[in-house]
């Protein structure tokens, strides 16, 4: 198996603005393209470790972060390819790493319909999987992070994919969205953070990812049992505390961050069923990274695993 | 008054004081009280009046726990068709 990162920078470049970068991630190969040499640094700070798939794998998601022509360089614009066709406007070059990451996001999130599929992210302990729904700037992103650089394996910062009927998770390991504040804040946390290129004034405003694939296991594509659900909430003036919430309440709350349970209908429904009244349900109230990696550290289910 | 459920539909009952009700006529998925989510049910296998409703809730439900029955099932069900869950006849 070929690393990115045993890649000569020549070879990568050239198989990079050729669109001959197979990256296998999670369950699936994403072959990437890009003749914009911000998107090429991005992708050799944040995906070293990711296996090169073979020229006769099945790629499922062909993905180009492309400044196509004249025009688009005279201006300093680029846009985001599924398959060559272009599902959104234009970006100035200077976003365009974060919106190659989100476009990837977008991928998942509008196909893969055989997994019921929350917008959470996923980390694990040992055997145990921790699903972290959270709208945007609810703090998910920077408390996986965080739980990434203290030893939890980060499977997902943003989607939680489920077979309909069981409580697993199969991980998908991409780089950890932070954006404004958060980015500064994981800096200060971990000087072993490795951070990709700053993305600035973007709809999300500063926008930078994390290397994720921080644990021995981070490239297992074994799905792992959930067993917790926790809703993560940052709140700065509030105490903090990790307490326990209703089935029933969560139940609704998780479909709300589904990208597609209400398109799944009653599978939708069972897999909910199956994953809500299999696992515990916890709010995380927190403004203490620290303090919030220890409350999950000491929740029964995760006590005890390495 | 006959009340009827549009189809059947799918309950997750955590024993808490509240029921999630998927209905498959609507595809919409509801947070209900239990109280609610014990008339869904008793509509299900077929339509019930008002009477019928209200004989089988006082043979489950305890008087301590809702103090005037019939009003409450006259709610309830008010709601669940303001939901869209039943009809009336």
């Known amino acids: 198996m070929q690393l990115l990162k045993h890649l000569p920078p020549d070879e990568f470049s050239r198989r990079l603005s050729q669109g001959e970068i197979p990256l296998r991630i999670g369950p699936y190969v994403y072959n990437l393209q890009s003749n914009l040499s911000g998107v090429a640094a991005g992708i050799r700070t944040l995906y ?4 090169l798939a073979g020229p006769d794998d099945f790629v499922d998601y062909n993905v ?24 959104f406007d234009a970006i100035p070059i200077g976003q365009a790493y974060a919106f190659l990451e989100w476009g990837m996001n977008w991928c998942v999130s509008l196909h893969t319909n055989e997994y019921l599929k929350l917008h959470a992210a996923v980390v694990s302990r040992g055997d145990c999987a921790v699903i972290m729904p959270g709208t945007p700037g609810a703090g998910k992103s920077t408390l996986c992070a965080a739980l990434g650089l203290r030893g939890w394996r980060i499977l997902s910062d943003e989607h939680a994919m489920i077979p309909p009927n069981t409580t697993d998770v199969v991980p998908l390991c991409r780089p950890v969205g932070l954006k404004n504040e958060s980015i500064e804040v994981i800096r200060r946390f971990s000087p072993d953070a490795v951070l990709g290129p700053v993305s600035k004034e973007t709809h999300k405003g500063v926008v930078a990812h994390m290397k994720a694939d921080l644990h021995p296991a981070s490239h297992d594509t074994k799905p792992l ?3 917790v659900m926790i809703f993560p909430r940052y709140a700065r003036d509030e105490p903090q505390q990790l307490s326990p919430r209703r089935r029933s309440d969560s139940f609704i709350l998780a479909a709300y961050h589904s990208f597609n349970y209400s398109l799944l209908c009653e599978t939708g ?29 000491g929740l029964p289910d995760v006590q005890g695993e390495q | 008054m006959t009340w009827r459920t549009h189809s059947k539909g799918r309950l997750y009952d955590a024993n808490e004081s509240t029921v999630v009700y998927f209905d498959s006529y609507s595809g919409d998925t509801h947070l209900l009280t239990d109280f609610a989510g014990f008339v869904v049910q008793q509509l299900e296998p077929r339509p019930l009046t008002t009477e019928e409703l209200m004989h089988r809730v006082a043979d489950s439900v305890d008087p301590d726990d809702i103090a005037d029955l019939a009003a409450a ?16 006849d």
């Open chain 2, 73 to 88: 099932l006259t709610g309830v069900l008010e709601e669940l068709v303001a939901l869209d869950i039943l009809t009336r």
């Open chain 1, 64 to 87: 180009a972060l492309l400044s196509r022509n004249a025009l688009q360089r005279l201006r300093g614009e680029a846009e985001f390819l599924f398959d060559m066709k272009a599902p």
């Open chain 1, 269 to 297: 429904f069972e897999a909910m069923k199956t994953l809500i009244e299999n696992i515990d349900c916890y709010d995380l109230v927190y403004h203490d990274l620290d303090w919030a990696i220890g409350a999950m550290d």
């Open chain 1, 225 to 227: 049992r959930a067993k």
């Open chain 1, 48 to 51: 070293p470790d990711f296996t």
